[in-house]
């Protein structure tokens, strides 16, 4: 099980990505931690084409973040893959968790807040004394402040 949050403004096609974001985190075991999808397409097997999908460009792209990782110290790398129209950018965080974000619409500066932001209720679920690291993390709270975090930078 992969680890997704999907959000769509437009959809007209299948695979059509016109202002879609696709959110993904990804423990240091390359191990799912953290799942959420919002999408807007109709259908069920299109959606779940849709998800496979993303989930496999998802993991294709892991190889290209470990390179990009270790040439900056920075935990933001900005596009580190392409597939068709999709970009692919990453944050990786001091405990070598990734935060991989699919988009179509360049939007660097957002997408910077939103790994920051994100990155914060990270830690602060992480030190919470009942989270076991580097499992699936299954806090409602956790859940509705990146769905409104998705909102406030993504769209």
Excluded at 38 to 57: A, I, N, P, T
Aim: aromatic share 14%; with cysteine; proline share 3%.
């Amino acid at each position: 099980m992969w680890i997704k949050a999907v959000v769509s403004t437009q959809s007209t096609g299948a695979f059509e990505m016109s202002g879609n974001y696709y959110f993904v985190i990804v423990g240091h075991h390359d191990n799912p931690i953290y799942e959420q999808e919002h999408c807007s397409r109709d259908g069920q097997s299109k959606k779940d084409d849709y998800r496979d999908l993303c989930q496999f460009v998802a993991h294709a792209s892991l190889d290209m973040i470990g390179e990009h990782m270790w040439t900056t110290n920075s935990m933001y790398l900005k596009i580190v893959d392409k597939f068709n129209d999709w970009n692919v950018s990453a944050f990786v965080t001091a405990g070598k968790q990734r935060f991989i974000i699919l988009h179509d619409i360049k939007n660097e500066d957002s997408i910077r807040q939103f790994f920051q932001e994100v990155y914060e209720l990270y830690i602060k679920t992480a030190m919470n004394p009942f989270y076991e690291p580097n499992t699936p993390i299954q806090s409602q709270a956790f859940h509705q402040k990146v769905k409104f975090l998705c909102r406030r930078y993504l769209i």
